[in-house]
């Protein structure tokens, strides 16, 4: 399994409410931290992005560092809602961003991990889509990323975060823009500090509540088996923060036998 399927399962399997045994936590830390990037293969994606040394005349580091996808031809990972990007800003960010949000969470005192998250953090401040008002094609999709990776990282740093949602709620009207791109903020709702999620979960209540209450998803295809119930679940951890929806925290969706599409039962159905 590579890092990247390793990072895209773990995160399904933590948003649908799942666990990890002590010797699982190792086992993904120990293969995510050996598939660290090295200089020869950082070098060969800075040149094949057309970005040398990863850095340009304002100093500013837009690409990865510590984890690099393979330059293979242009082709782009997906992120964990199973979109492809178009830009490799988009998909290497993802890439690294979330691979070493899995290693805050599991191993938060590794040194070598410290190291990382100082770094990024470090480098984060001076992109863009890291740090300032920008809308622009898939540094908006960027800034989403950088901001759950915050709300992990720097869990205190309540003025970043805010700049981040500020740059979502500014901008998300701008254009006609892919679904993900809420589905991405609200799973980032689920993850940030309480305090700073509320009023946005409250906002968006009226338009997450009807998933869980009268929509259902198709369930067809190997990719809507597996992205709908993460999907489905991150709504549910939005919403479950809110007092009046605590009791819907262990509830599961559910496949109808009627018409074979996912559901969720708000009153009980399937806990965990």
Known sequence: ????????????????????????????????????????????????????????SNG????????????????????????????????ANMYELEI????ILLAPENPAVQEMMAKTLERLKTTCFGNEDDGVGECFDTSLVVLRFLATAAPEDNAWMQNRMDNYNRHAADKKRPSFSLWYYWLCLSDLPFELAAPEI???????????TTKSCVMNSERDKTVHPVIIC??????CRLPEYAH???????????????????????TQ
Not at 100 to 103: E, N, T, V
Not at 202 to 212: A, D, G, I, S
């Open 100 to 103: 070493l949000r899995l290693l």
């Open 1 to 56: 399994m590579s890092a990247h399927e390793l990072m895209v399962k773990t995160n399904h399997h933590l948003i649908k409410g799942g666990t990890l045994t002590d010797a699982q936590k190792v086992h993904i830390v120990h293969q995510l931290l050996a598939a660290r990037s090295t200089p020869e293969q950082a070098r060969r994606f800075y040149v094949g992005v057309k970005f040398p040394n990863n850095a340009d």
């Open 202 to 212: 409250e906002k968006y209540e009226p338009q997450m509540l009807p998933w869980l």
């Open 60 to 91: 500013r580091r837009m690409y990865p560092i510590f984890y690099i996808p393979p330059y293979n031809d242009g082709k782009k990972l997906k992120n964990i809602y199973h979109q492809t990007p178009k830009t490799h800003i988009f998909s």
């Open 248 to 270: 819907i925290k262990d509830i599961q969706p559910y496949v109808s036998e009627k018409d074979g599409r996912l559901h969720f039962d708000m009153g009980g159905g399937i």
């Open 234 to 239: 991150s709504l549910r951890n939005c919403l």
